[in-house]
């Protein structure tokens, strides 16, 4: 069974970084591309960054949504099976419920709110 659990979430002033964890388990994680994505409130769910499938412990290839380039970076460590979003130069704008999931699977965690104040 594919679970997903994000952590690391919680309230930092603007220009804050946070990082973010998300343990998966249930399938052979090195093997799949994962994604962060987050949706704000009344907002649809959006892709914020993506990494590939690496047969390295960490590594892949990435990418990334206009809004947050620069600003975040998505890594992965195949040995604990989870994958992280660091998140610097926050802003109000990137207040969300983030999610981690693979594209393989409908299957999401409860997610990890970020809250940035002005």
């Known amino acids: 069974q594919v679970q997903l659990v994000e952590s690391g979430g919680g309230l930092v002033k603007s220009g804050g970084s946070l990082k973010l964890s998300c343990a998966a388990s249930?399938?052979?994680?090195?093997?799949?591309?994962m994604r962060w994505y987050r949706q704000a409130p009344g907002k649809e769910r959006e892709l914020v960054a993506s990494?590939?499938?690496?047969?390295?412990?960490?590594?892949?290839?990435?990418t990334y949504a206009d809004s947050v380039k620069g600003r975040f970076t998505i890594s992965r460590d195949n040995k604990k099976n989870t994958v992280y979003l660091h998140m610097n130069g926050l802003k109000p704008e990137d207040t969300a419920v983030y999610y981690c999931?693979?594209?393989?699977?409908?299957?999401w965690g409860q997610g990890t709110q970020v809250t940035v104040s002005s």
């Open positions: 990494i590939s499938a690496s047969i390295t412990s960490a590594g892949g290839s990435t």
């Open positions: 999931n693979s594209p393989y699977f409908n299957s």
């Open positions: 249930g399938f052979t994680f090195s093997t799949k591309l």
